[in-house]
């Protein structure tokens, strides 16, 4: 058959093409991204010194708020979505997403969501200021009028989530080409799909929220109103009953990342397969009982306190299962250091750091002197940052070659990791001390014990700003001048994307299921 | 064996850099171990965690970068094979687990202690609302708000009061004065949205929940002021809301608690009085513009311009400017506005002081319409609503 293309924009609006829509999922992302960055850059400038020099504390709340929901949302999610549609039907070898009308649905009910949420920032009060975690009665009764458009867009980003949720379980279990098994797959296939099982479970539970807030504005009831009845800690409850799996939501599918690159760039297989799966099984399902120690502070009974630590701390046990099988992987390897290799090894080793501080916030004694300070932001934003963006960023330059049949130049990808490497350890290392020391998270303005620290946070945040454009550049110099690729360009690369498929792989793949022995 | 040598140089390099780093940590960059019998013992299990991580750290990096040195292609041409041991999976299941159980126990010791509110020497109710504190000792008759020293302007904020000021936005005009050596049991609630009373060096944070009363204690050993911020977001003006506590001997602490009786007690006098007689405008607009500036202006602007919606402008509102709507006016500023950040000022002024914020918003920034209201008016209302 043909390769048969479509062209000009109604390619792109009328396309099912699991490719096309991947490619239209991460330039969203990475655009998403940079405005998310842009405010990210206001903050740390107003916070480079004491004093309120650029902006006032409510538009400053606006922009840690809209910062987190737009990197949550409109950067992290949408871009593991992308490297889904892309890689999920290559690596088991489907000819598509099995929903493809569905999948280009999810795909464009975003840019409307994202624009919703953007065009509060022009409103009168303000956009969103009660931060992303939107804690009532802040939200609801105190919510500026843009709250509405707020919660509209989380609704439609909710539902385009759960649609490509199903769209990945329903391809993954349907649409595997003959041999494939499950305990076959790519380890990217598997975190992904335990992912979109926690889409599914929690996205529902997030639009109740938002719908519980909603009602609460506008139509008399008072789900968290104390003074009707309510109470204000079941929000938290409710939220973080979805908050905390979304944080693996945004951390497992880069698990899958890391997993095939190492293994990859390492030339040996993947130390402990099955235990990776299982240990990502097991995160995931955690993940369900430990929403509490958010709350440490909310005044919970001491029964609580101490369930809630006890199965937070046991998350550890699994994910150190995957951080030593990630070493074992490496151990006695054949290693060498491409761009996507360096990205996975600070990968590994800053989500291990965010790791550590992950289990000193779960003892809830010391939590209650850790919480809501910086040492917070410094925690999630190890985890994040280079979690789940050097991961995205690793599967980027990894994969470029199969879905743009180009070689990015590695010499610049290498500038770009130490870049990045520096700055991100220069913008967050910080914020653990400012946190110990006692500064609050989301405050405009501090004392000047706390000043030296922000200052090296804002540098590190400049920094890592433009390193995202430098990104961009060589992306983008790679897609229009980079070198042609090999069909393999990695000499370690496993799986039926590179031994089956040609780079870049063709617009339609697979008519034929290939053979998996 | 060349390579070794050098492995073994930049290893004890790493692991040395790693350990001043950590050493230079606790000395100057460290959570503060706090002068509470709990914030010392939180602080030595922060420590202990951090020095428990630090050996994992050391551990499993330092084999990533032997492996990252030793079995690069250049050094290993040929990878090895395996891939699988279900024996060392089991031991670095097993091991994490067992680290984890020796952390739990003294975390679960130690929340039992901070948990146990019984018993106290006196209890204070904390209430946080946008954006000050207002206490309240429930064994004596004394209540007061604390507000941040310097009025909510954004204009009082700059650079150069920051560098300044050893305690910027950390000072507040009364102080949370406490006994030394007692139980103090804090009930901790809000009036508006959620906030959290936090003093580090106390070790105790609790979130101030409207409609719920949460327990914390603490027992200060030694005499000292102890300042501490809200850390839960509760709007605009979150980040100017410190707390402070000043923990004195016994003896001092009952003097203070008779002083603050007798000024009461003088107050009480000073606003009957003040009360009874009849104000003229110039003097009500005098003390209207001080009470304005300090209680009004961090939302509705010190021009009165507001930032609407959330915080209409007064500037040319028809209820501040027109006659009929006098009451309207008097009445949201006496008990808020539900559903609003408006806050209900009847408790928190005196009757001169409502009727002289009434009047000043009624004549100043053009919109003068001569209205006068009286602190009777202000008597009246109230007698009136109850
Ligand atoms: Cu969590
Ligand atoms: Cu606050």
Redesign the pocket.
């Known amino acids: 058959m043909a390769d048969h293309h479509p062209t000009g924009i109604k390619r792109w609006l009328f396309t099912t093409n699991h490719k096309d829509i991947g490619s239209m999922y991460l330039w969203f992302s990475f655009i998403m991204f940079l405005i998310g960055g842009a405010m990210a850059m206001v903050i740390r400038a107003e916070l480079y010194q004491p004093g309120l020099q650029f902006v006032e504390p409510n538009f400053f709340n606006s922009m840690t708020t809209m910062h987190g929901l737009i990197m949550v949302f409109g950067a992290v999610m949408p871009s593991m979505v992308g490297l889904a549609n892309w890689l999920i039907p290559m690596q088991i070898g489907a000819p598509d997403m099995a929903l493809p009308r569905m999948n280009n649905w999810s795909f464009w009910i975003l840019p409307f969501a994202f624009t919703l949420l953007l065009s509060s920032l022009f409103m009168d009060g303000g956009a969103p200021n009660f931060g992303w975690t939107f804690y009532a009665p802040l939200s609801t009764t105190y919510g500026p009028p843009s709250t509405d458009f707020f919660i509209l867009g989380v609704h439609m980003m909710g539902i385009s989530s759960i649609m490509g949720a199903i769209n990945v379980i329903v391809t993954v279990f349907n649409m595997r080409a003959p041999g494939m098994t499950l305990m076959k797959m790519p380890l990217f296939v598997w975190t992904w799909v335990i992912t979109a099982f926690l889409l599914i479970m929690v996205m529902p539970v997030l639009a109740g929220a938002v719908t519980m807030m909603l009602t609460d504005r506008h139509f008399g009831t008072d789900f968290f109103n104390a003074a009707g009845g309510g109470d204000p800690v079941m929000f938290q409850h409710i939220f973080w009953f979805f908050g905390h799996p979304e944080v693996y939501i945004m951390i497992l599918p880069a698990f899958g990342v890391a997993s095939e690159i190492i293994a990859a760039f390492a030339r040996k297989k993947l130390f402990g397969y099955s235990s990776m799966v299982y240990a990502t099984a097991s995160i995931a399902l955690l993940s369900f009982i430990v929403w509490a120690h958010h709350m440490f502070t909310v005044g919970m009974p001491i029964a609580g306190e101490l369930f809630f630590m006890i199965a937070t701390m046991l998350i550890a046990v699994p994910t150190g299962v995957k951080v030593f099988n990630w070493v074992a992987t490496m151990w006695q390897g054949s290693m060498t250091f491409e761009t996507p290799m360096l990205f996975s090894i600070a990968f590994v080793i800053l989500f291990t750091i965010g790791g550590f501080s992950g289990v000193m916030l779960a003892m809830a004694p010391v939590d209650f002197q850790y919480h809501d300070t910086y040492f917070v932001v410094a925690h999630f934003h190890y985890v994040l940052f280079p979690g789940a963006i050097f991961g995205t960023t690793a599967a980027v330059y990894y994969w470029l070659p199969k879905w743009t049949g180009k070689m990015y130049n590695e010499k610049l990808g290498k500038i770009h990791f130490w870049w990045s490497m520096i700055a991100v350890n220069l913008t967050f290392f910080p914020m653990h001390f400012s946190g110990l020391a006692g500064m ?1 998270r989301r405050i405009p303005d501090y004392n000047m014990m706390f000043a030296a620290f922000n200052q090296l946070a804002s540098i590190g945040a400049f920094a890592l700003g433009l390193s995202q454009l430098f990104f961009l550049f060589i992306i983008i110099k790679a897609i229009r001048s980079g070198k042609k690729a090999e069909d393999k360009p990695w000499e370690g690369a496993t799986g039926l994307e590179w031994d089956a498929l040609p780079c870049p792989a063709p617009y339609h793949t697979f008519d034929t299921p290939p053979q998996v022995k | 064996m060349a390579i070794r040598r050098k492995l073994i140089a930049s290893l004890t390099a790493l692991v040395s850099f790693v350990l001043s780093g950590v050493v230079q940590a606790t000395a100057d960059l460290n959570m503060r171990p706090g002068v509470t019998e709990t914030s010392q013992e939180a602080y030595d299990l922060h420590m202990m965690v951090v020095w428990v991580m630090t050996g994992i750290a050391v551990v499993v990096f330092g084999l990533m970068f032997y492996s990252i040195i030793a079995h690069r292609k250049s050094n290993n041409p040929k990878p090895a094979t395996w891939s699988h041991s279900t024996k060392v999976e089991i031991v670095w299941t097993a091991i994490p687990f067992i680290i984890l159980i020796f952390l739990t126990i003294p975390a679960i010791k130690l929340l039992i202690k901070m948990e146990d509110a019984s018993d106290p020497d006196i209890s204070i109710q904390v209430t ?1 609302s946008q ?1 000050k504190w207002h206490y309240k000792y429930l064994d004596h008759n004394v209540e007061f708000y604390s507000n941040l020293k310097t009025p909510q302007q954004e204009a009082n904020f700059d650079l150069e009061k920051a560098t300044s000021n050893a305690n910027y936005l950390l000072e507040v005009d009364k102080e949370l004065v406490i006994p030394v050596n007692k139980k103090v049991r804090f009930l901790v609630t809000a009036d508006d949205v959620i ?2 009373w936090w003093v580090p060096e106390l070790g105790v944070k609790k979130d101030a929940i409207p409609g719920f009363i949460n327990e914390t204690w603490t027992s200060v050993p030694k005499p000292g002021t102890y300042r501490g ?7 605009k003006w ?2 100017f ?1 410190p707390v402070v506590v000043r923990a004195v001997p016994q003896a001092e602490f009952d003097a203070w608690i008779a002083q603050k009786n007798d000024e009461r007690v003088a107050a009480e006098k000073a606003a009957a009085e003040a009360a009874a007689k009849s104000w003229d405008l110039d003097k009500l607009m005098t003390l209207g513009e001080e009470v304005y500036n300090a209680k009004c202006a961090a939302c509705h602007k010190v021009d009165g311009s507001g930032t609407p919606p959330l915080f209409p402008a007064l500037k040319g509102s028809e209820i501040a400017t027109k006659a009929e709507r006098m009451d309207e006016h008097i009445g949201i500023v006496v008990n808020g506005k539900t559903g609003t950040a408006m806050a209900a000022f009847g408790s928190q002024l005196t009757d001169a002081e409502l009727a002289a914020v009434i009047t000043y918003e009624r004549n100043a920034w053009g919109n003068e319409t001569g209205d006068v209201v009286q602190p009777a008016d202000i008597q009246a209302f109230k007698a009136g609503n109850q």
């Open positions: 609050p | 946080g954006w906030h959290s911020q809200c850390t839960e977001l509760c709007g979150h980040g809301m």
